[in-house]
Structure formats: structure tokens, C-alpha cells
């Protein structure tokens, strides 16, 4: 992952950062999610819409083995890819992943992925109508990007931020805009603190809009 393709966000002074997935792993994903909806079978039984708080046509559970593929092209399995993301997002937002739950006084200047673990990770397929409530992810730190997109959201024929995925912290206040949201486009993908809130709006055009999440535990 090359850092300078990031982009750390700051609403509400969290830090958010923003990075393009590359287009092997795309692919990749998106093979694998057609294969998962189009198998019945296997569609329900790793469906997770019951842990999920969603309004929308499909939410499937990631199975373990696709984190260990490397993309055609590429040397780097999806975890270790996404490992490097996170440990360059920890260094640079917090310096370094903490050795304490819930405090940074005890940081390491370089951190080791080891420490971290993806505990759950998740397709969602969302068409016409379909949403997702304000809601938090469980875990430490949580990633959420878009795989496919329809091109009424590209195109901007939707009606405003229809489809968009928006975050949420504090208060109304003068001058304050409690409210983050953000395009989807394919590739696109957001880290952020778990307990940040967000949601997820309907959109009326055809196709789908395919979203991968999934949440770290600092071990």
C-alpha cells in the first residue's frame, strides 16, 4: 500500500483515513461474493444479517481462507495488505498501536500487525431502497469500502448523498456539523475508530451496491 495514495480525514477531530483498494483485491472479492450469492446454500449459511443491523437484500459472513489469497499480480495476501494499512493508520494517527485497552500513555514507535485481529468481516449486496440505521461496529478499529457501485451514485443522478455512506458524532452545536459523509466509488475504503457511528442511505437507480466491512480487536 503506498502511503501517499491515503488520506487522513478529521471530522470532529477523529481521524478517519481513506485509501483505494487495489483493483486485484477487488476483483478477488468480488468473484467470491458473486459465487456466495448465486450458491443458495451457501448464501444462508453464512448469512449475517442477524448480527447486523441492516435493512438490506443480502449480508454474508467473509470466510477466513479469503484473507490468506493473494490476487493474481500480486505478492500480498488481503490480510497482510490490510494489516500494513492499519499498522500505517495507528502509527500516524496515534503513534504506534497501544499496549493498553483504552489508553495510549504506552505506545510502540513501530507497530507489529501481530498484535492485530480481524474478528468479524462481512459482505453487504444493497439494492434500490435498501439502508443501514446509525449503528457502531464491536471491535477497536473497523474498515468499510465499496466494491461495486451503481452508476446512479457515480453519475450523481441520485437525489443528494442518496447512497452515500455518512458518519455521525456529538452534538448540534453553532458552527459544529455533527454530520461526515462520504461518496462511495469502487476501490474506496475507510478506516476509523469502531464506536464511531455511521450509516448508510437508500438509493432509488438500478444495480448494486456491494460494500466489505470488518472490525480489528488489538490483541
Request: proline content about 7%; hydrophobic content about 35%; some cysteine.
Amino acid at each position: 500500500m503506498d502511503r501517499n495514495t491515503a488520506k487522513i480525514h478529521l471530522p470532529f477531530s477523529v481521524p478517519v483515513m481513506e485509501f483505494t483498494l487495489e483493483m486485484p483485491y477487488v476483483d478477488m472479492l468480488n468473484t467470491y461474493a458473486d459465487k456466495i450469492t448465486a450458491d443458495e446454500k451457501k448464501s444462508q449459511e453464512l448469512d449475517w444479517s442477524k448480527n447486523l443491523v441492516g435493512n438490506v437484500k443480502q449480508e454474508h459472513a467473509i470466510e477466513e481462507e479469503v484473507w490468506m489469497q493473494t490476487p493474481q499480480g500480486t505478492n500480498t495476501t488481503l490480510l497482510e495488505y490490510m494489516n500494513t494499512i492499519a499498522n500505517a493508520y495507528m502509527d500516524q494517527c496515534y503513534g504506534g498501536i497501544p499496549n493498553e485497552p483504552y489508553g495510549y500513555r504506552n505506545k510502540t514507535p513501530r507497530p507489529d500487525a501481530k498484535q492485530l485481529m480481524v474478528n468479524t468481516s462481512w459482505i453487504v449486496n444493497q439494492y434500490a431502497g435498501d439502508f443501514n440505521p446509525p449503528h457502531m461496529h464491536y471491535g477497536h478499529l473497523s474498515v468499510a469500502g465499496w466494491l461495486s457501485v451503481p452508476d446512479s451514485i457515480t453519475n450523481n443522478e441520485e437525489r443528494k448523498e442518496a447512497g452515500w455512506f455518512e458518519f455521525h458524532h456529538g452534538s448540534p452545536q453553532f458552527l459544529l456539523d455533527t454530520k461526515y459523509p462520504i461518496k462511495p466509488r469502487v476501490g474506496a475504503f475507510v478506516m476509523f475508530p469502531s464506536w464511531l457511528q455511521h450509516t448508510v442511505y437508500p438509493f432509488r437507480g438500478e444495480g448494486l451496491r456491494r460494500s466489505m466491512s470488518f472490525n480489528y480487536i488489538i490483541k
